[in-house]
């Protein structure tokens, strides 16, 4: 005989709270302004996590991320969920060959005025294609381009914890396009 499930038996999880979390500083609609973040919002889109990606927005307003550190290459961050033990997730993309850097480098130098824009927080879509020649993408066009993995046991990847961390990556970036070329 089956056991009818009663309105209890799902009730939703409610992450726990954060003190000090990072959240989301951008009004929802002052959101990815810049076109070289909106390129990271839509490789976010393409996943097509659903309402995870709404969840996982939340979470980025709500503050529940504990950390979040920007190395070469990848992205490591700790997402605090419903369960006790906050979530580890790490967002990967490729890392040039010093010979391609010094390449890019040396290309930057011979054109002080994308030097200039890009200490003045703007990204020249000039930057992004002399990247691209070097054999280096700056900004992800496919889902490939970047590998992602989060220690919860939700099935989807990205999930909940990973959209997150995009999003503040995402307004990272709006603000700073520099931390695009730390990160490749």
């Known amino acids: 005989m089956s056991r009818r499930k009663s309105k209890a038996d799902f009730a939703p999880r409610v992450p726990l709270g954060v003190r ?8 929802r609609t002052g959101f990815a302004r810049k076109w070289w973040s909106r390129q990271w919002l839509l490789l976010l889109e393409k996943y097509q996590i659903g309402a995870r990606l ?21 992205v490591v961050a700790t997402v605090q969920g419903a369960d006790k033990t906050a979530y580890q997730c790490e967002i990967r993309c490729g890392v040039p060959e010093a010979a391609v850097r010094a390449k890019i480098i040396r290309r930057l130098r011979e054109q002080p005025l994308l030097l ?48 997150a961390v995009f999003f503040l990556l995402i307004e990272a970036f709006d603000q700073d396009p520099l931390l695009l070329l730390a990160l490749r």
């Open 116 to 163: 200039a824009e890009l200490m003045v927080r703007e990204l020249p879509k000039a930057v992004v294609d002399l990247c691209d020649d070097a054999g280096l993408p700056l900004l992800p066009g496919s889902r490939s381009d970047i590998a992602t993995q989060c220690t919860c046991p939700d099935r989807v990847n990205p999930c909940k914890h990973l959209a």
């Open 20 to 27: 000090g979390g990072i959240r989301v500083q951008s009004s």
């Open 54 to 74: 709404g969840r996982g927005r939340s979470y980025a307003y709500g503050g529940q991320v504990v950390s979040l550190e920007l190395e070469t290459g990848r």
